[in-house]
């Protein structure tokens, strides 16, 4: 019974310090915490961002290669690859699904950038392609504006 009353007692004599242990720790805890998660949303943020340019370069050079090929470089061809890598690599460390409508978007280019030009029997662009992998650089950017919306 000693042993309790003194505990006691020494609880009552240090309630002050023991209130500002608990205060000082709970908000060291949660400063770290809400450090981490503005240092993630920050990363989100600009990765986001630089997915966003980079969709946009790849909607203009699609636009290119279809309507202007003939006055164009062979090389648009291996920008767009480069261009096709570097988005699939920026949204791998973005968000779910972000990282799989990339995918996405890597697989149409591959199977449809060497039928950006291709016409039909009248001479006309068949467009195909290009909305085939318009499509994907839509779906992509909307996930990508979506995931931004939702960070906190």
Request: glycine share 4%.
């Amino acid at each position: 019974m000693r042993l309790y009353e003194t505990f006691r007692q020494q609880v009552q004599r240090n309630i002050v310090a023991l209130i500002s242990v608990f205060i000082a720790v709970s908000s060291l805890s949660y400063n770290t915490w809400r450090n981490e998660k503005t240092e993630l949303n920050r990363n989100l943020r600009q990765g986001s961002f630089e997915v966003l340019l980079k969709l946009g370069e790849m909607r203009e050079l699609v636009y290119h290669l279809e309507y202007d090929r003939a006055v164009i470089e062979r090389s648009a061809e291996r920008t767009g690859w480069v261009t096709v890598f570097v988005i699939r690599d920026l949204a791998s460390v973005l968000e779910a699904p972000v990282p799989a409508a990339a995918e996405s978007l890597f697989d149409a280019w591959a199977e449809h950038w060497d039928g950006l030009a291709a016409r039909n029997e009248q001479g006309e662009l068949d467009g195909t392609s290009r909305r085939a992998i318009e499509a994907e650089i839509d779906r992509l950017r909307d996930m990508t504006l979506e995931m931004l919306r939702g960070l906190e």
